[in-house]
């Protein structure tokens, strides 16, 4: 990747469910393809979750997420396409024999739901109500597959995490998290979903169809078969599309969608 060597800063004031939220932001001065722009959102996202654990924290709730629950990393995490990239590029530049080691288990998860018909289950999975969605997830999370990158209960790609991995906190007990549901999950409260606004700028593979993510499982396969799209934008046009689409993203409820 070539290195960004013009920066700009600018405070924005955006409007979320009425609320209006101030931010500062230093963003790439020069066309940037989507991917540069993730450290930018994950940035972001951090900031919204704080102040959903802000508010939950006043509210006497305490966040019960840690390191060495990974409950939660058994679910589908929908990635957007720029993050399925980013994710297929860490791992093709990790060390042996990790590498091999994640691949493998990539694999070996993709191979375990392709063979289920659980991708297949996705298709039109957005079209359809939100309990047949918690069921598909429920599928999923019923095969007890851990994501690649889970290592004793923990994530061991922490600091650079998928979006969808920073907005999912609970304040329910986290034995509740080995059997989720509506009643027994509750989610801390964010003003906007920015795994869902970062799915729609950078979908580009799955345009057309009625999925609107990838599933973290498939980033690999995704990055075997397509070729990344090289689109470019300033960092400025990055945060217009995603602020968008971020405006019209809705509240989450109280379990991850797929
Ligand atoms: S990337 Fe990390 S936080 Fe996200 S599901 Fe995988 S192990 Fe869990």
Partial sequence: MKEIDEWVTGKVTISIGGAPVDMQMTVPATPVTVRRMLPVFRQMTNSFVGVGVGAAEADGKSISCKAGCGACCRQPVPVSEAEAFDLAELVENMPEPRRSEIKARFDKAFGHFAEKGWFAKLDGVAELDKEIRH????????EGIACPFLEDESCSIHEVRPVACREYLVTSPSE???????????????????STALCAITQSKTKGTSVKFVPLITALEIARQYDEDTTEKTGESWMADFFSELTHSEIPGRERDV
Wanted: proline share 11%; with cysteine.
């Fill in 135 to 142: 069921e598909v997830a429920l599928d999923y999370f019923s």
């Fill in 176 to 194: 509740n998290c080995s059997n989720p549901t509506a009643a027994s999950i509750d989610m801390v409260p964010i003003l906007a979903k920015p």
